[in-house]
Every structure is written in C-alpha cells, then in structure tokens.
C-alpha cells in the first residue's frame, strides 16, 4: 500500500509517498481503508523535529491522525465493528496518512448517514480540540468571548460551538474571512495593529468574558489586557503565557475520545456544525497539502484522499 513517510526531521521535502506493507490489525483493532485523513500543523512542528523533546519520531515515521473510511479487517476480540461498516475516528500511531490504517475499535465511531467523508476524515484533531476549548472557558448565554484563529481549523469550529451556547461571539479573522464568520453569527474582527481597541469597540459596553487563543504570539496577554479573568482564558499554542498567567491550555488531549467524535459527527451530519473543507488534495500530493497549510490561511480543513 502507499503512505506517508520521512525519514529525517526537516521540511515538506523529506515527505514521501511510499510503497510499505500493510498494516495487519492485532486484538481490538480493525483494518480502515482510508476515503480522507485531515492533515495538521501539530504534524508540520513533529516533522520538524521541533516536538523532539515531548513527541519524538522514529525513522521511518508515518503520520497521520484523523481517518475516515471503511472496515476491510477485523482483528481479534473486535467490538462493535464488522468488514463494509463506515468509520471515522483516529489514530495516535502517526498512520492515517495512508492507503490503509489500524485503529483501536474504541477510537472510532459509525459515519452517521450524510456527513461527507472530507468532513469525516478532518474531524477528530480540530474538532475534539475546539470542543475542549469551549469546555475550558465554559461560555454562558449572552456572554461575550473572543476567538483568535476563528476562521482556521479549530477556530472555525470553536466559534461555532460557543454560539451553540448562546454565547456573542468575536471571531479573530483576515478580511476574507469575515464573511464566513458573520454568516455564522460571529462578529467578525481584524487582527495586527489596534486589534484590542477593536474588539472593545465589537463588545461595546460589555466586558469581554472569555478569550479562546488558538494562533499564540500574544493573544494571552492580550486577553488579561481585555480584562478577562485567567481561568477564562484558554490557549492551544502559547503554554508558556499560560503558564505565566494561570490561563488554562485544555486541547485535544482534554477531549481525545471516540464519544466527543461521535457527537460532533453527529451534531455536523444534521447541520448544527459546519465543518469548512479548505481544499482536498490526492495523497500522491502530500507536499502540496502540507506547502498549502503552512502558508498558514486555510480556512478550514486540508484533506487528504488516498
Ligand atoms: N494543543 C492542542 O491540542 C492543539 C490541537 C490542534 C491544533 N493546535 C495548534 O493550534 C494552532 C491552530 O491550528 P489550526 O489547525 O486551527 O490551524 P490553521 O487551520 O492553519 O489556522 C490558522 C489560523 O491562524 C490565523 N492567523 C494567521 N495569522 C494570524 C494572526 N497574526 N493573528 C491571528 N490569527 C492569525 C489564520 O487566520 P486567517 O486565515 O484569517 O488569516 C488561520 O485561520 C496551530 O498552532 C496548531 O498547532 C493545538
């Protein structure tokens, strides 16, 4: 089968399609054939070597995360699961960027009927990270949180799950998202320069709330400076001012579970979530993907399609 492989840390050049065995699934695991695996910035810092310390590589290194696709293989002691059933789910073995992919029957869940397999496949690292982040700042009703990064992969689906709970919402955006984000009930901002006078002037006689940072590069700081209190102050990217701070850095890990993934499949399947696809690129076009998503403006997700 063909995957995604490199074989030192550097950049989108070491990346590889390459032909390797399949995989064969072990007690508790099912053999997907892969329809869309979503792709990461997390991936870029690992491929990197910029993660060595906390998340190493060995060589050759798949990667990969998100998977949607379908059963070929059941191993051993599967529950749940059967050869022609549709999932989607994850991985934690750096595998999904691949023709084929093992996954632990319990990280995975039924494709509901509907939900496009791009959008299946983009699910899991954005969509389990944005739910913990609105988790973490726990918006009210009519309570008004900033989002930064509200038009990119995480943020375009924390914004619109802290809407869900009646929260305003200011999304932190490029002007060419702003459409998009009202659209979605969000106030759209423009960020740089005098971003905090902005936003004062979108929550009028307000006071802002909540902050979810998921861009980094002072967004923390610039939470305190709104007034907001630390514990109401959620990052992905910036652990050091969180840490300086006393913000809170709940992420993917905080709600990595098959059960997070089924709801928001669910919730995207009848509409109550929009999962914005940026582009779908074939796996033969790895580097491409990646080339796109370091550019750093997708808006939404970038799909790969073995
Ligand atoms: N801790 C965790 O568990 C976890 C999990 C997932 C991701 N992450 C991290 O979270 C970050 C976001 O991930 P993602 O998948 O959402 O990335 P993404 O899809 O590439 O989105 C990046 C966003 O950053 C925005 N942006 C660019 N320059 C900006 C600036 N100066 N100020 C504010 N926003 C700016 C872009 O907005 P415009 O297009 O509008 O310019 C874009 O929407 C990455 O660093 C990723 O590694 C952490």
Redesign the pocket.
């Known amino acids: 089968m063909k995957a995604v492989r490199f074989h030192t840390y550097g950049e989108i050049d070491v990346l590889r399609v390459e032909e390797v065995e399949r995989p064969v699934p072990g007690p508790g695991q099912v053999l997907v054939e892969v329809r869309a695996a979503g792709i ?3 991936e870029v ?1 690992i491929r990197r070597g910029a993660r060595h310390g906390r998340w190493p590589a060995t060589f050759p290194s798949g990667q990969g995360s998100d998977l949607a696709g379908v059963v070929v293989e059941t191993g051993p002691e599967v529950r749940g699961f059967a050869v022609g059933d549709e999932v989607l789910g994850f991985t934690h073995g750096r595998a999904s960027h691949a023709e084929y992919v093992v996954a632990e029957d319990v990280n995975l869940v039924v494709r509901p009927d509907g939900l496009p397999w791009e959008v299946a496949g983009s699910l899991y ?2 969509g389990t ?1 944005a739910y913990a982040t609105v988790f973490a700042v726990d918006p009210r009703p009519d309570e008004t949180v900033v989002v ?8 375009s689906l924390a914004v619109q799950l802290a809407r869900r709970r009646g929260a305003i919402v200011i999304g ?3 002007e ?2 702003h459409a998009w984000l009202a659209a979605h009930g969000v106030v759209p901002v423009g ?2 320069e005098g971003v905090a006078d902005r936003i004062r002037k979108a929550a009028g006689d307000r006071p802002v709330d909540a902050f979810i940072d ?4 002072g967004y923390v700081d610039l939470a305190v400076d709104l007034g907001v209190p630390p514990e109401r102050i959620n990052t ?2 910036d652990w050091q001012a969180a840490a300086r701070v006393g913000a809170r ?1 709940y ?3 905080s709600a990595a579970s098959a059960v997070v993934v089924g709801e928001l499949a669910r919730l995207a399947a009848r509409g109550g979530l929009e999962v914005p696809i940026a582009r779908v690129y074939p796996l033969a076009q790895v580097r491409d993907a990646f080339t796109e ?1 370091e550019q ?6 970038i799909v790969l399609r073995p």
């Open positions: 990461q910035p997390g810092m690292v954005a990270t930064s990064g509200a038009a990119g992969g995480v943020g932190l955006a490029s060419p998202n960020y740089g998921t861009f980094g590069d992905i990217r850095t992420g993917e890990g998503l750093g403006h997708a808006h939404g997700k």
